[in-house]
T-cell receptor, first 113, second 113 residues
Framework: DQQVKQNSPSLSVQEGRISILNCDYTNSMFDYFLWYKKYPAEGPTFLISISSIKDKNEDGRFTVFLNKSAKHLSLHIVPSQPGDSAVYFCAASSSHTGNQFYFGTGTSLTVIP | NAGVMQNPRHLVRRRGQEARLRCSPMKGHSHVYWYRQLPEEGLKFMVYLQKENIIDESGMPKERFSAEFPKEGPSILRIQQVVRGDSAAYFC???????????FGQGTRLTVV
């Protein structure tokens, strides 16, 4: 049962443009969301998080938007850089049902120079 | 401050042998999580431990798998009588508290031949 879904396995974007990565979840008890970035043969690296009491969180070129009614979050990268090319995972957790993070299957982003 | 350390990075076992994967969390982190990534899939939660206690093992297979996080020393994920289907990347993550982002190690790639 995939509670966190990333329906786009891959995305290609031109350098300098905006990258938008999407994530949907099914469990309405999720109240904390994170994005991780992963390079091949390495562990995931934390990027940015958002609590359900907010609808936006910004950190430099990275912004995460949360739409609770739609159970949808997105990661915006502006401007995209070739070094951003990696697999991006969204993850969610619930303070009610436990502290484990449920991960999506990832979106592979390629930024074309 | 060293990051999350996992060893070995690569482990080859024959069917029926035991695999022991080690994880040293970041200094000051008492919460440890183990995840498994099968080929072409996302990260699947296995177990969440806090010093000497298993908090949530809902993602662990009922047989052959066990985990511990002793008062002294690293966390250990143990797989007995390995089968080919156990071949995967196993990631460990740690956090200082339960409602903050977790930091991941580089993973152990287990190959069962």
């Amino acid at each position: 049962d995939q509670q966190v879904k990333q329906n786009s396995p891959s995305l290609s974007v031109q350098e300098g443009r905006i990258s938008i990565l999407n994530c949907d979840y099914t469990n309405s008890m999720f109240d904390y969301f994170l994005w991780y970035k992963k390079y091949p043969a390495e562990g995931p690296t934390f990027l940015i998080s958002i609590s359900s009491i907010k609808d936006k969180n910004e950190d430099g070129r990275f912004t995460v938007f949360l739409n609770k009614s739609a159970k949808h979050l997105s990661l915006h990268i502006v401007p995209s850089q070739p070094g951003d090319s990696a697999v991006y995972f969204c993850a969610a957790s619930s303070s009610h049902t436990g502290n484990q993070f449920y991960f999506g299957t990832g979106t592979s982003l390629t930024v074309i120079p | 401050n060293a990051g999350v350390m996992q060893n070995p990075r690569h482990l080859v076992r024959r069917r029926g042998q035991e695999a022991r994967l080690r994880c040293s969390p970041m200094k000051g982190h008492s919460h440890v999580y183990w995840y498994r990534q099968l080929p072409e899939e996302g990260l699947k939660f296995m177990v969440y431990l806090q010093k000497e206690n298993i908090i949530d093992e809902s993602g662990m297979p009922k047989e052959r798998f066990s985990a511990e996080f002793p008062k002294e020393g690293p966390s250990i994920l143990r797989i007995q009588q390995v089968v080919r289907g156990d071949s995967a990347a196993y990631f460990c993550a740690s956090s200082p508290d339960r409602r903050v982002e977790a930091f991941f190690g580089q993973g152990t790639r287990l190959t069962v031949v």
